[in-house]
C-alpha cells in the first residue's frame, strides 16, 4: 500500500512538462508532495502546467519550494548544461527525480524517410535522454545525492511500429541507454528506469489513422512509482503501461 506525499522531500525535474504525458506525470509527483521543475521547448507550454501545479505560490503545498517553468531544447548539450545549472541554482540542490518526457515523432515509411526525419527524432528521443540522464546524473554524484531517474521510451521501442523506423530505433535505445546508466549508476544510489507506454492519446496521437486507432487505454502512476522508494529495489527494468497490447 503506497503511502501518502511519498515524494514529499523530492525535487522533481521533468522535461516535455507543456503537454501530454509530461504534464499528467507532472500534475501526479506534485500531487504526492514533489517540487516540480517543469521543462519544454515550449516556454509557454511549461509555465501552462506549472500554472496548473499553483504557481509561484505553491510553496504553500511543495514543501521544497514554489513549482517552477524551465525552457530548454534537450537535444542541444549546451541547453541541457544552463538547464542543469539554472534547476540548481533555482533550488539550491540537483533533482532527485528526473523524468525525460521530451519527444516527438516525424512519420514515414521506410522507402519515403528523410535524412533529416531521421536526425531530428534521434536528436531528440535518443540523444535528449542521454544528455539529460548524464548532466543529471553528474550533479547527483558530485553532490552525493540520491536519485530516481524515469526515461520514457514506448512499446514501439520494443515492437516496432508502421511508419516510425526512426522512432521505433530512438525508443529502443532509450531502453539500452538507461539499462547501461542503471548498472553503472547504482553504485552511486541513483536508480535508472524506462516506461514503455501503449497509446495514450495525447497530441502526439493524432495523426494515426482512425481504422487504426479503432483497433487500440495510465502512465502517470508508474512514473510516481518508479520515482519513490517504494520501488528502492528496482533499477534497470523496462515497464510496459500498454493494457496488454502486444503482451
Ligand atoms: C493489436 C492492435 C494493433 C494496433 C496497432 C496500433 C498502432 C498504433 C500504436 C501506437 C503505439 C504508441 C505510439 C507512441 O509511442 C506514440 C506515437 O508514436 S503516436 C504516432 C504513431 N504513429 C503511427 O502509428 C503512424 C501513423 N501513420 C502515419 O503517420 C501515416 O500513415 C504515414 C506513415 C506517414 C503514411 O501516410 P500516407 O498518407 O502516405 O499513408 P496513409 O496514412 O494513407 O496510410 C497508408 C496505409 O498504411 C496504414 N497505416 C498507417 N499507419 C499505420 C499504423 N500505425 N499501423 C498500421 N497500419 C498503418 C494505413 O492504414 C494505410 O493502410 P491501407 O493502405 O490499407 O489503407
Ligand atoms: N502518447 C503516446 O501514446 C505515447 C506512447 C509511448 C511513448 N510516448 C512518449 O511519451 C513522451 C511524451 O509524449 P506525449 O504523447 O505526451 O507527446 P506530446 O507531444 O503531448 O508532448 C511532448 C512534449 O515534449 C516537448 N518537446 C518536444 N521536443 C522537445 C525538445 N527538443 N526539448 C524539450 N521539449 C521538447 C513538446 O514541446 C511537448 O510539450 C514522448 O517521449 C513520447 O515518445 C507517448
Not at 33 to 58: F, K, M, N, P, Y
Not at 241 to 246: E, F, K, N, P, R
Amino acid at each position: 500500500m503506497a503511502s501518502p506525499l511519498r515524494l514529499r522531500s523530492a525535487l522533481a525535474l521533468v522535461t516535455g512538462a507543456g503537454s501530454g504525458i509530461g504534464r499528467a506525470v507532472s500534475v501526479r509527483l506534485a500531487k504526492e508532495g514533489a517540487t516540480v521543475a517543469a521543462c519544454d521547448l515550449d516556454r509557454a507550454a511549461a509555465c501552462e502546467t506549472v500554472w496548473l501545479l499553483g504557481g509561484q505560490g505553491s510553496e504553500k503545498v511543495a514543501p521544497g519550494g514554489a513549482h517552477t517553468a524551465f525552457q530548454a531544447d534537450v537535444s542541444e548539450a549546451g541547453a541541457v548544461r544552463r538547464l542543469l545549472e539554472q534547476v540548481q541554482a533555482c533550488f539550491s540542490r540537483p533533482p532527485s527525480v528526473v523524468v525525460s518526457c521530451a519527444g516527438l515523432t516525424r512519420d514515414e515509411f521506410l522507402l519515403r524517410m528523410s535524412e533529416d526525419d531521421w536526425d531530428r527524432v534521434i536528436a531528440v528521443n535518443l540523444k535528449g535522454i542521454f544528455l539529460v540522464t548524464q548532466a543529471a546524473a553528474q550533479a547527483l554524484v558530485s553532490s552525493g545525492c540520491r536519485g530516481s531517474i524515469i526515461n520514457i521510451s514506448s512499446i514501439v521501442g520494443k515492437v516496432g511500429n508502421v511508419g516510425q523506423t526512426n522512432y521505433a530505433a530512438s525508443k529502443a535505445g532509450v531502453i539500452g541507454l538507461t539499462q547501461t546508466a542503471a548498472r553503472e549508476l547504482g553504485r552511486h544510489g541513483i536508480r535508472c528506469n524506462s516506461v514503455l507506454p501503449g497509446f495514450i492519446t495525447t497530441p502526439m496521437t493524432q495523426k494515426v489513422p482512425q481504422k487504426v486507432l479503432d483497433k487500440v487505454g495510465d502512465v502517470a502512476d508508474a512514473v510516481t512509482f518508479l520515482a519513490s522508494e517504494d520501488s528502492g529495489y528496482i533499477t534497470g527494468a523496462s515497464v510496459e503501461v500498454t493494457g496488454g497490447l502486444y503482451m
